[in-house]
């Protein structure tokens, strides 16, 4: 299995920065691509960022523009960063990475709060 922990989340004003960052472990080399979603309060889940395993990004429409997805490249690890510029408060929201391949695995999720 494959176990994925978020950090970075936090309260921030409109305007300011934030990265998010994605540690998964255990099963690494079966991971094909990584990624971050964010639900925003009462509405679904729905894809910010993804990174494939060689490198190939997507971006959905709450990541186009302000939010950039990356990740560590060293060997034996499975870092992914979610830098966010610019924040708003419609950014709100509890953000989930995903480790996606043989398994399927989410972490617990990292609140993000934008305040106007």
């Known amino acids: 299995q494959v176990q994925v922990v978020e950090s970075g989340g936090g309260l921030v004003q409109a305007g300011e920065s934030l990265r998010l960052t994605c540690q998964a472990s255990g099963s690494i080399g079966t991971i094909a691509l990584m990624g971050w979603y964010r639900q925003a309060p009462g509405k679904q889940r729905d894809m910010v960022g993804t990174i494939s395993q060689d490198g190939n990004i997507n971006y959905g429409d709450s990541g186009k523009g302000r939010f950039t997805i990356s990740r560590d490249n060293a060997q034996n690890t499975a870092t992914v960063y979610l830098q966010m510029n610019s924040l708003r408060p419609e950014d709100t929201g509890v953000y989930y990475c995903?480790?996606?391949?043989?398994?399927?695995?989410w972490g617990q999720g990292t609140q993000v709060t934008v305040s106007s």
């Open positions: 995903r480790a996606l391949g043989y398994y399927d695995n």
